[in-house]
């Protein structure tokens, strides 16, 4: 594969979604072709998976019925949107990918770390991010300011404290593939750094001069 693969990671209203839509306009001003996609959602049977999911109205889901849930979405995403567009020579820019599970249905529902990555790994191919950018914000900075939360983010405070210590923990243990960036910063700041530290891998990728 020739493309690059970077993912946004961390808790719920930290600003993921705007550093994907400020990392994509800039490939979009250097001339790199990309294609901006998220999980759960970006495929024809993701978006009926992420209806299930994250609508407050689902009924209750048992925690391994939900890491199964995502896992089939994962596996379509990989199959139908990372991979072809990786082996196009795009730089995939995700929100969200298999450090969210460990995380949320990990850390956060409690099932067993080791049996959870198994599975996500095996949905996924075992395709790894060249960058994971976890943004990282107090969960009672973030999820708590939202107006209408879903599922997830109605799972309660110490559910996304879990989390949260998860996400840092992963990204302790490969420091060579993650940048931990303040949340809270302004927002240009961060989508600097998040530039600045790709700009080596698309060079290597021959994907920028």
Known sequence: MSGVFVVFEGGDGVGKSTQVKMLAGWLDEVGIAHRVTREPGDTWLGGHLRQLLLDPASGPISPRAEALVYAADKAQHVDEVVMPALAAGQVVVCDRYVDSTLAYQGAGRGMPLDELEAVAR?????????????????????????????????????????????????????????????????RDAIGREVRERLRPLLVAQGLLG
Not at 165 to 182: H, I, K, N, S
């Open 122 to 186: 095996w949905a996924t191919r075992d395709l790894r991010p060249h960058l994971t950018v976890l943004l990282d914000v107090d969960p009672q900075q973030a999820v708590h300011s939202k107006d209408e939360p879903d599922r997830l983010e109605s799972a309660g405070e110490q559910f996304h404290r879990d989390a949260r210590a998860l996400f840092l923990t992963l990204a302790q243990a490969d420091p060579g593939r993650y940048l931990v960036l303040d949340g809270r910063q302004n």
